[in-house]
């Protein structure tokens, strides 16, 4: 289930199909920290492996699953006591598509909680389908747009600097109580 979950996030960066995609990433340079912990390399349950290194004021991950790479800047962010990786892609150009359908990709931010320790990374992906239902409900206000069934943020980085503090700490806010974990290898 949860390669499930990851591959339905890592796709859903490029086309818009999972998870909670946004426009505008949720890292500023005053919420961007740095955790030497968060560097090397690491495998999930299904062996994909996920290498972290940091560069000037991010880090990058080059992940491979089944032989398919896809590279990634990564921030890792503090909003007050909770610490979040927000992922943007990067060479969406080289994958192995279609040229015209490569300009209707539209890359975008995807954040997950995250808790790092020194032997694993332990990453919580947010639910769309329980953001779906509050902006559904009118409960929460944040810009966004329906884009093909599947919402969209469009809130600044301040704005979502604020609901994520707002509604990170929910349980309910993520996709499995059980997190997606990396271990160090």
Known sequence: MKRV???????GMLALSSCIPTVHPLHSSDTTVENPLLEGHFLDEDSAQWQFRKEWDHYYLQMNDDGKEAFFFVHLVQLGEYFYLDFFPDKVDALEINEFLLWHLLPVHLFTRVEIREDRIELYFFDPEWLEELLDER????KHEKVTGNYLITASTEELQKFVSKYGHLEEAYVESEPVVLHRS
């Not at 409960?139 to 944040?142: N, Y």
């Open 5 to 11: 979950i990851l591959s339905i996030c890592v796709l």
């Open 139 to 142: 409960k929460i206000r944040i």
